[in-house]
């Protein structure tokens, strides 16, 4: 085992979170039970935030950065793992209140570790990673809702060439059923049809505020956006339809109002995936296992080094990273 390793650690500068690569040993690490050596990590929105220092992520000092990761047991005191098991971690706190996956090795709470799926390697598991994940679940939310039918009527996905984006139109698409991507960026379409989209918005058409009952166009939406874009998708559902809201890429308001909910009885159903219980976290997977064509997968996905992070950080707040990257640590 390497006697010291790189991580990316976010500590306070004059007050201000502020991201550095730092050399640490194992002895650095938390005192949690399991050991991970860590083959990879992902770049999510909240990355971008935590590192860029556009946004308070970190809630204590030094932080290791990281919401994603997955790797290798080296050691366990829990009986829930042992070494050599393959896991992967999706949230439960990391780079927030817990070190993260920017780092060649972790220690980390058992409970927070899932098997990775049959079939996954690293690679994918990371390129799936918080974004992805955070996709199925808005899928199976919208599908336990019970108002989307395959092959009838479209299901809109927002910020369509985004992480959280592509994998929804990856999965609804193989699901059957008829994908509308909303994109601010034109020259995606091509990438997002080869993902199973079969019609496109301009993003600009939902960003400008609209009345509060527009034509109904929508059976179910997953929506990684937020404010005016979420209200105007709620003023388009269908009546007795369902948006499943996972995002603020445009920000963290909602200028909406009750009626397309006390009217058309519209359903806005909120997606956490931080602190989601292990139930939901394997039923995404596990949809992700079975739908998720591993083709798209891969065009939807870049590999790059720990050290491109803080560029990588200000590309994907500035939503510039098209699909997923993962991070390789080694
Ligand atoms: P990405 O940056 O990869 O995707 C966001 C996409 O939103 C962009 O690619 C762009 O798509 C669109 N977008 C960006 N800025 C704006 C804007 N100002 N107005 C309208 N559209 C915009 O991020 P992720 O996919 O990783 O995350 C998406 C969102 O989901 C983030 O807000 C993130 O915090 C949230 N999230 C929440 C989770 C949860 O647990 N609830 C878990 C994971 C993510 P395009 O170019 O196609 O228009």
């Known amino acids: 085992m390497s006697e010291t390793f790189t991580a990316l650690v ?6 201000k979170p502020k991201a550095e690569f730092r050399n640490l040993g194992l002895a650095d690490l938390p005192d949690h039970d399991v050991l991970v050596e860590i083959a990879c990590s992902g770049l999510n929105y909240k990355d971008g935030l935590a590192i860029s220092g556009k946004g308070r992520i970190a809630r204590r000092t030094p932080m290791v950065a990281g919401i ?20 992967l971690v999706n949230g439960f706190g990391l780079s927030e209140t817990e070190w993260g996956g920017y780092s060649r090795f972790q220690r980390l709470k058992p409970e927070w570790l899932m098997a990775i799926p049959d079939g996954f390697s690293f690679e994918e598991a990371m390129a799936v ?21 395959p092959g009838a009527g479209e299901v809109l996905v927002t910020g369509a060439a985004g992480g959280v984006g592509s994998v929804a139109v990856s999965l609804l698409a193989a699901k059957g059923y ?8 034109p020259e995606t379409h091509d990438y997002l049809r080869d993902l199973g989209a079969s019609a496109f918005i301009d993003r600009a058409s939902l960003t400008e505020k609209g009345g509060p009952l527009q034509k109904e166009r929508w059976a179910g939406a997953v929506d990684s956006v937020g ?47 931080v602190m989601a219980p292990m139930v939901k976290r394997k039923a995404a997977w596990a949809t992700l296992a079975e739908h998720l064509n591993r083709d798209h997968l891969a065009a939807m996905t870049r590999v790059e080094p720990l050290s491109r992070l803080p560029e990588l950080a200000n590309e994907i707040v500035a939503g510039q990273v098209r699909g997923r990257v993962v991070i390789d640590v080694a």
């Open 68 to 87: 994603d990761l997955a790797g290798t047991v080296v050691e366990s005191r829990s009986p829930l793992w042992k070494a050599g098991d393959r896991v």
């Open 129 to 149: 990673g918080t974004a992805g994940y955070t996709a199925a679940l808005c899928v199976n939310v919208l599908e336990a809702w019970g108002a989307m039918k």
């Open 10 to 15: 976010i500590d306070l500068v004059d007050g």
């Open 227 to 273: 404010s005016i874009t979420l209200a105007n998708v709620l003023s388009q559902t269908v009546y007795g339809g369902a948006v499943a809201a996972c995002g603020l890429a445009g920000g963290a308001d909602l200028p909406g109002t009750v009626l397309p909910h006390i009217l058309r009885g519209v359903a806005l159903l909120g997606v956490d995936s």
């Open 178 to 185: 008829s994908v509308t991507a909303s994109t601010g960026r």
